[in-house]
């Protein structure tokens, strides 16, 4: 059972910065080779933001995004560098796990099986 941890989340003024890690376990590279990060804003549905292949570093982006935040990887933690936030970047952010070997990995929820408890950024004007 493949085990997420999130933490690095807070409050900050626009245009700031924070980065999320997401700790995992007992994963297989190969078996859970996507890894991702998605949002939910109140309200809201969940969105995908980013996502990387652990077994080729390919990497995807929410186009909201792009530019402004970079996912990454050391040993067993992913990471998401958050840049020039903006107020609508307020979200409760998840990591997440394929259960599964995907390619292309991507950014649609479908694609994730297992998923953290999340983590709390609060962007403010």
């Known amino acids: 059972q493949v085990r997420l941890v999130e933490s690095g989340g807070g409050s900050v003024q626009a245009g700031g910065s924070l980065r999320l890690s997401c700790a995992a376990s007992?994963?297989?590279?190969?078996?859970?080779?996507?890894m991702g990060w998605f949002r939910q804003a109140p309200g809201k549905g969940r969105e995908g933001v980013a996502s990387?292949?652990?077994?080729?570093?390919d990497t995807y982006y929410a186009d909201s995004v792009k530019g402004r935040f970079t996912i990454s990887k050391d040993k067993n933690t992913v990471f998401l560098q958050m840049n020039s936030l903006k107020p609508e970047d307020t979200a409760m952010y998840y990591c997440?796990?394929?259960?599964?070997?995907?390619?292309?990995?991507?950014?649609?929820?479908?694609?994730?099986?297992?998923w953290g408890q999340g983590t709390q950024v609060t962007v403010s004007s």
């Open positions: 997440a796990a394929s259960s599964s070997r995907q390619r292309p990995c991507g950014i649609e929820s479908a694609t994730f099986g297992y």
């Open positions: 990387m292949d652990i077994s080729a570093l």
């Open positions: 007992s994963y297989g590279y190969y078996t859970n080779n996507c």
